[in-house]
């Protein structure tokens, strides 16, 4: 169904209007609606029989306040000939407003409280022919929000008001996010966003001369005025919560959900480039201190790349660069001109800069350039010029590709070593660099095999340097070859690999640290890629690593934090040594049995490098997952020897920067090599206690030599509106952009905190975070069952409870293996922001309820709608396909179809002695069209994903398999942690808390 959600339309009921009394507008009639009946949705339990009751008549306080009300209507009519307004018309399938409040189990009206859609969710309710309850009076509409009442913006989920632990919640309220179900309520448009071009009111001051924007001075006092309600019962008798109550960025709302906010101006970079947690900086540090999530931004500099876009290039010139002489910010868009074009106004610093002769142009009448339609840099906000020689401290290195491989034999018991020869061969043509590509290749176990490849030789010539203490190079010179002109020696090694030890190799000894030595010596003169395929624990030489280092019973001790970083000092030593000769240094880790992972990526880490972990390597079922990540580490994109730099306007600094680095200075990042894969966080905080003037500047450079061996810079610029209120940057604020930086911020932190230290902190920011927004309201709406949020951080407590429940964060050692989660911390920190919701929150897809995989698209799947990530969401009658970025799983119910299974996975599945799980999902049966259309959309799925290949396979309800499944549901409990209702209440406590 297109709604994302299993079961029957759920029609809203019980409707109530209510309105407030502005000077001039007379109270709208109310009209009455009979309360009706509808069906409980499919795929969630169904809960107790509830009965509205005390919904009547109202309170005495409400009775006296609504006589307060009529009075100063009526001195306003008497005073005012204004003609009277008629409640704005609603729109078709739109539901009235309704409040209500939980008390002692029950729903009953709130004078002046938030607006929602009331529904019931249980049997029990009057028909629908019965006469509904009598309605309150209704108040005039609010000039400027939308019909009923209802301001786009913040949201509200009641909460108990009871001591101690909270009772579960109400169903009722809130009526269920788009996607969640078919009705009025998914009919709905998604609302609108923080005001920018484009996008209705805004909350913040308006944009700078010659900028198109919408503007509304009012915005942010509508952000308080107006707020959605999500009613959460209490009581000894509460019932159980109805979880189509919560938000859940799925099925329609999953776009909404990840969507980033408008951009403030048209001449900003792509927010898949530099994405704000916040599109606007706080004015002050007073402001700044009073907002407690991350603020800084998401940079992705490769990520044209990715997304299939063209850079504009600007050619190198006789004018050279042209920048700021103060602050070195590179000609952006948002430069001004005086004195008739012949100085030029820094965005960044403010500086008057000349203009160089042949970068002159006239001015037009508004101010701007006449050229400016033929040079980029004055209209896109990401550009590439070509560097002049006084960027460079050496001529531009060529790609290089230097492989170590582990030759022991537990490297060829598991096939480790023909998986990667064979891959290496295959892309031996899709190398980056054309002619000037290098390659390079050294083998160990217990001595180190080095090889030389020089194109005069027709085999490969070993060398074996058995002293591993102190290694050294046998033939310096010919150890790295251009690889057009080896080629034939080159394939010739590739196919003599796989079989050259595996009848000699006896030891599983393994001299990983004296090889990482070597290759240095080899590539210590140009730099380039250092690929490491390990297949065992370190043990000989420098880097050896000791297996006790995995001691579960440091878990929740203060030693904890030391199970995460490297106890021997060769590692980090090893990495600053790597980048300063430019070296990056990609692990493939397929050992069977502890490695420590934790010593070995502080390399990768340190050197913007990457790690790939194959717990149990075995090529049969791995192989492919090693070879299509291999292939796509060698092919991919390639930015050599960079420099990555961030400036931001004067009054603001970069305080922090999260991912794979080394960090020269405090706003100068060395990045040996980098890719359409990496991902940085950066936080930005106040220098001074004020920022200067409306808006705000950040800008990226990334200096670095291409493939093709030229010196490029890549700018990313952004403007950013300064905002003075507390509530604008609520309004302004990116939900996903927040949740991938907390993700970041939550894994660095695990390195020097306990895991349940970790996740506090992470909750504690959001807590602080609501309670803060709570504030803004008056005191009639903060009632003690009122959980207020603004509607920009609608999905961010699901998404922080996935983080806390992901592999990085989630339990203790004795879930985790030590390994397993070290890898899963690495390419948390440089993963982009899709990714890592997908991590937090995994999309279902449902295959078997109607012709989902017949509808293809330029020879693609098209993807379905997905569901919540909660096992009442799914059917056992049903086939449900479940991605996380790292997997794909088919989930097969006991009840499934056996004869669309037998499409899928052959007529074995019909076998109740074969586990479907041992059953390939792939390549597509020619013989079944099901079976190509699940393939495809497999395939489909796949291209989305940055750098990690998700294998697919199945697993029926009920084996054992599936409890490795289950924890991917994050709205359920498993392994002892809370499930979504659970989480949201300890979330309240922490809001209500003192």
């Given at each position: 169904?297109?709604?994302?959600?299993?079961?029957?339309?759920?029609?809203?009921?019980?409707?109530?209007?209510?309105?407030?009394?502005?000077?001039?507008?007379?109270?709208?009639?109310?009209?009455?609606?009979?309360?009706?009946?509808?069906?409980?949705?499919?795929?969630?339990?169904?809960?107790?029989?509830?009965?509205?009751?005390?919904?009547?008549q109202?309170?005495?306080?409400?009775?006296?306040?609504?006589?307060?009300?009529?009075?100063?209507?009526?001195?306003?009519?008497?005073?005012?000939?204004?003609?009277?307004?008629?409640?704005?018309?609603?729109?078709?399938?739109?539901?009235?407003?309704?409040?209500?409040?939980?008390?002692?189990?029950?729903?009953?009206?709130?004078?002046?409280?938030?607006?929602?859609?009331?529904?019931?969710?249980a049997?029990?309710?009057?028909?629908?022919?019965?006469?509904?309850?009598?309605?309150?009076?209704?108040?005039p509409?609010?000039?400027?929000?939308?019909?009923?009442?209802?301001?786009?913006?913040?949201?509200?989920?009641?909460?108990?008001?009871?001591?101690?632990p909270?009772?579960?919640?109400?169903?009722?309220?809130?009526?269920?996010?788009?996607?969640?179900?078919?009705?009025?309520?998914?009919?709905?448009?998604?609302?609108?966003?923080?005001g920018?071009?484009?996008?209705?009111?805004?909350?913040?001051?308006?944009?700078?001369?010659?900028?198109?924007?919408?503007?509304?001075?009012?915005?942010?006092?509508?952000?308080?005025e107006?707020?959605?309600?999500?009613?959460?019962?209490?009581?000894?008798?509460?019932?159980?919560?109805?979880?189509?109550?919560?938000?859940?960025?799925?099925g329609?709302?999953?776009?909404?959900?990840?969507?980033?906010?408008?951009?403030?101006?048209?001449?900003?970079?792509?927010?898949?480039?530099?994405?704000?947690?916040?599109?606007?900086?706080?004015?002050?540090?007073?402001?700044?201190?009073?907002?407690?999530?991350?603020?800084?931004?998401?940079?992705?500099?490769?990520?044209?790349?990715?997304?299939?876009?063209?850079?504009?290039?600007?050619?190198?010139?006789?004018?050279?660069?042209?920048?700021?002489?103060?602050?070195?910010?590179?000609?952006?868009?948002?430069?001004?001109?005086?004195?008739?074009?012949?100085?030029?106004?820094?965005?960044?610093?403010?500086m008057?800069?000349?203009?160089?002769?042949?970068?002159?142009?006239?001015?037009?009448?508004?101010?701007?350039?006449?050229?400016?339609?033929?040079?980029?840099?004055?209209?896109?906000?990401?550009?590439?010029?070509?560097?002049?020689?006084?960027?460079?401290?050496?001529?531009?290195?060529?790609?290089?590709?230097?492989?170590?491989?582990?030759?022991s034999?537990?490297?060829?018991?598991?096939?480790?070593?023909?998986?990667?020869?064979?891959t290496?061969?295959?892309?031996?043509?899709?190398?980056?660099?054309?002619?000037?590509?290098?390659?390079?290749?050294?083998?160990?176990?217990?001595?180190?095999?080095?090889?030389?490849?020089?194109?005069?030789?027709?085999?490969?010539q070993?060398?074996?340097?058995?002293?591993?203490?102190?290694?050294?190079?046998?033939?310096?010179?010919d150890?790295?070859?251009?690889?057009?002109?080896?080629?034939?020696?080159?394939?010739?090694?590739?196919?003599?690999?796989?079989?050259?030890?595996?009848?000699?190799?006896?030891?599983?000894?393994?001299?990983?640290?004296?090889?990482?030595?070597?290759?240095?010596?080899?590539?210590?003169?140009?730099?380039?890629?250092?690929?490491?395929?390990?297949?065992?624990?370190?043990?000989?030489?420098?880097g050896?690593?000791?297996?006790?280092?995995?001691?579960?019973?440091?878990?929740?001790?203060?030693?904890?934090p030391?199970?995460?970083?490297?106890?021997?000092?060769?590692f980090?030593?090893?990495?600053?040594?790597?980048?300063?000769?430019?070296?990056?240094?990609d692990?493939?880790?397929?050992?069977?049995?502890?490695a420590?992972?934790?010593?070995?990526?502080?390399?990768?880490?340190?050197?913007?490098?990457?790690?790939?972990?194959?717990?149990?390597?075995?090529?049969?079922?791995?192989g492919?997952?090693?070879?299509?990540?291999?292939?796509?580490?060698?092919?991919?994109?390639?930015?050599?020897?960079?420099?990555?730099?961030?400036?931001?306007?004067?009054g603001?600094?970069?305080?922090?920067?999260?991912?794979?680095?080394?960090?020269?200075?405090?706003?100068?990042?060395?990045?040996?090599?980098?890719?359409?894969?990496?991902?940085?966080?950066?936080?930005?905080?106040?220098?001074?206690?004020?920022?200067?003037?409306?808006?705000?500047?950040?800008?990226?450079?990334?200096?670095?030599?291409?493939?093709?061996?030229?010196?490029?810079?890549?700018?990313?610029?952004?403007?950013?509106?300064?905002?003075?209120?507390?509530?604008?940057?609520?309004?302004?604020?990116?939900?996903?952009?927040?949740?991938?930086?907390?993700?970041?911020?939550?894994?660095?932190?695990?390195?020097?905190?306990?895991?349940?230290?970790?996740?506090?902190?992470?909750?504690?920011?959001?807590?602080?975070?609501?309670?803060?927004?709570?504030?803004?309201?008056s005191?009639?709406v903060?009632?003690?069952?009122?959980?207020?949020?603004?509607?920009?951080?609608?999905?961010?407590?699901?998404?922080?409870?996935?983080?806390?429940?992901?592999?990085?964060?989630?339990?203790?050692?004795?879930?985790?293996?030590?390994?397993?989660?070290?890898?899963?911390?690495h390419?948390?920190?440089?993963?982009?922001?899709?990714?890592?919701?997908?991590?937090?929150?995994?999309?279902?897809?449902?295959?078997?309820?109607?012709?989902?995989?017949?509808?293809?698209?330029?020879?693609?799947?098209?993807?379905?709608?997905?569901?919540?990530?909660?096992?009442?969401?799914?059917?056992?009658?049903?086939?449900?396909?479940i991605?996380?970025?790292?997997?794909?799983?088919?989930?097969?119910?006991?009840?499934?179809?056996?004869?669309?299974?037998?499409?899928?996975?052959?007529?074995?599945?019909?076998?109740?002695?074969?586990?479907?799980?041992?059953?390939?999902?792939?390549?597509?049966?020619?013989?079944?069209?099901?079976?190509?259309?699940?393939?495809?959309?497999?395939?489909?799925?796949?291209?989305?994903?940055?750098?990690?290949?998700?294998?697919?396979?199945?697993?029926?309800?009920?084996?054992?398999?599936?409890?490795?499944?289950?924890?991917?549901?994050?709205?359920?409990?498993?392994?002892?942690?809370?499930?979504?209702?659970?989480?949201?209440?300890?979330?309240?406590?922490?809001?209500?808390?003192?």
């Open positions: 169904m297109p709604n994302g959600l299993p079961g029957a339309p759920r029609p809203a009921i019980g409707h109530h209007s209510t309105s407030q009394l502005q000077p001039g507008l007379p109270a709208a009639s109310t009209a009455q609606r009979p309360l009706q009946q509808h069906p409980h949705p499919q795929g969630f339990p169904q809960q107790q029989n509830q009965v509205l009751q005390q919904y009547q109202p309170g005495p306080m409400q009775q006296q306040q609504h006589l307060h009300l009529h009075q100063m209507h009526q001195q306003q009519q008497q005073h005012q000939a204004a003609p009277q307004a008629a409640q704005p018309p609603q729109r078709p399938g739109m539901a009235a407003p309704f409040s209500q409040a939980a008390v002692n189990g029950v729903l009953q009206p709130l004078q002046g409280g938030p607006s929602a859609h009331m529904r019931p969710t049997p029990g309710f009057m028909p629908a022919s019965a006469p509904g309850p009598p309605m309150m009076p209704p108040r509409p609010v000039p400027g929000l939308m019909p009923g009442g209802v301001a786009p913006g913040p949201g509200t989920v009641q909460a108990s008001a009871l001591p101690g909270l009772a579960p919640m109400q169903p009722g309220g809130l009526p269920p996010p788009p996607g969640a179900f078919s009705g009025p309520a998914a009919a709905l448009p998604p609302l609108p966003g923080a920018f071009p484009g996008t209705g009111p805004v909350g913040m001051p308006g944009p700078p001369p010659g900028v198109t924007a919408g503007y509304d001075a009012y915005a942010g006092q509508k952000l308080v107006q707020f959605e309600a999500l009613t959460v019962s209490s009581g000894p008798s509460a019932m159980p919560t109805d979880a189509y109550a919560y938000p859940h960025p799925a329609l709302e999953r776009a909404v959900a990840r969507s980033p906010q408008q951009p403030y101006h048209p001449g900003n970079c792509s927010s898949d480039n530099m994405r704000p947690t916040v599109m606007g900086v706080p004015a002050s540090t007073a402001l700044r201190m009073r907002w407690h999530l991350p603020l800084g931004v998401v940079v992705r500099p490769m990520a044209d790349e990715a997304c299939g876009r063209t850079v504009p290039i600007i050619p190198l010139g006789s004018q050279g660069i042209v920048r700021c002489r103060r602050c070195r910010t590179y000609m952006n868009p948002f430069c001004s001109w005086v004195d008739g074009g012949r100085r030029f106004k820094c965005n960044v610093c403010g008057m800069n000349e203009v160089p002769v042949e970068y002159f142009s006239t001015l037009d009448g508004s101010g701007g350039r006449r050229d400016v339609l033929e040079r980029p840099e004055l209209s896109c906000g990401t550009v590439e010029w070509v560097a002049p020689q006084e960027y460079m401290v050496r001529p531009p290195m060529p790609p290089v590709y230097f492989f170590c491989i582990d030759v034999q537990a490297a060829y018991a598991c096939g480790l070593v023909e998986v990667v020869c064979n290496i061969k295959a892309c031996l043509d899709k190398l980056p660099g054309d002619e000037r590509t290098l390659v390079g290749f050294l083998t160990y176990d217990s001595s180190l095999h080095f090889y030389n490849i020089k194109p005069t030789l027709s085999a490969p070993v060398l074996v340097v058995g002293e591993v203490a102190d290694p050294f190079l046998p033939l310096p010179d150890l790295l070859v251009n690889l057009k002109d080896s080629r034939p020696v080159i394939e010739a090694l590739l196919e003599a690999l796989p079989h050259s030890y595996s009848n000699t190799a006896t030891s599983n000894d393994c001299a990983m640290g004296p090889a990482l030595q070597a290759a240095f010596l080899v590539l210590g003169h140009v730099g380039g890629k250092l690929l490491l395929f390990q297949a065992g624990l370190p043990s000989l030489g420098p050896t690593l000791k297996p006790s280092r995995d001691n579960l019973n440091l878990y929740n001790t203060d030693k904890e030391t199970l995460r970083v490297p106890e021997d000092p060769f980090k030593s090893f990495a600053g040594e790597a980048s300063s000769r430019q070296i990056t240094l692990i493939f880790l397929g050992t069977n049995g502890y420590d992972l934790a010593s070995l990526s502080h390399i990768s880490k340190y050197t913007c490098g990457q790690v790939y972990h194959y717990p149990g390597f075995h090529a049969p079922r791995d492919m997952k090693l070879s299509a990540e291999l292939q796509r580490n060698l092919t991919r994109p390639t930015a050599w020897e960079a420099v990555m730099r961030i400036r931001c306007s004067r603001l600094k970069i305080s922090s920067f999260h991912g794979h680095f080394f960090n020269r200075s405090t706003d100068l990042l060395a990045l040996p090599t980098c890719d359409p894969d990496k991902v940085f966080g950066v936080q930005i905080s106040h220098e001074e206690t004020l920022v200067s003037g409306p808006v705000a500047y950040v800008q990226c450079a990334l200096l670095y030599t291409n493939s093709n061996g030229e010196r490029r810079i890549r700018v990313h610029t952004m403007m950013l509106p300064v905002l003075s209120e507390l509530s604008e940057l609520y309004r302004a604020c990116d939900g996903a952009a927040i949740a991938c930086l907390l993700a970041k911020l939550g894994v660095e932190k695990s390195h020097t905190a306990k895991l349940d230290d970790s996740r506090q902190a992470l909750l504690g920011k959001l807590s602080l975070s609501l309670k803060e927004y709570r504030l803004l309201h005191a009639h903060r009632t003690p069952g009122a959980l207020i949020y603004p509607s920009t951080l609608k999905y961010l407590p699901v998404y922080l409870l996935g983080l806390i429940k992901a592999t990085p964060l989630k339990s203790t050692g004795r879930d985790v293996p030590a390994d397993v989660r070290s890898a899963a911390a390419a948390l920190m440089s993963a982009t922001v899709d990714d890592t919701l997908l991590l937090a929150y995994p999309d279902v897809y449902q295959l078997t309820n109607r012709d989902v995989l017949c509808s293809t698209k330029d020879n693609q799947a098209v993807v379905p709608d997905t569901l919540p990530a909660s096992l009442h969401a799914m059917q056992p009658q049903h086939v449900y396909l991605d996380n970025g790292q997997m794909l799983v088919l989930w097969i119910g006991h009840g499934a179809s056996v004869q669309w299974l037998s499409q899928v996975l052959g007529p074995d599945v019909m076998n109740p002695a074969i586990d479907p799980s041992t059953l390939p999902l792939e390549p597509p049966r020619d013989s079944s069209n099901v079976s190509q259309q699940l393939c495809s959309l497999i395939s489909t799925l796949r291209s989305r994903h940055c750098s990690c290949y998700a294998p697919a396979f199945a697993v029926r309800q009920g084996t054992p398999l599936e409890a490795h499944v289950l924890p991917l549901l994050v709205e359920d409990s498993s392994y002892g942690q809370l499930n979504y209702v659970e989480f949201m209440q300890q979330l309240h406590r922490g809001v209500m808390s003192k």
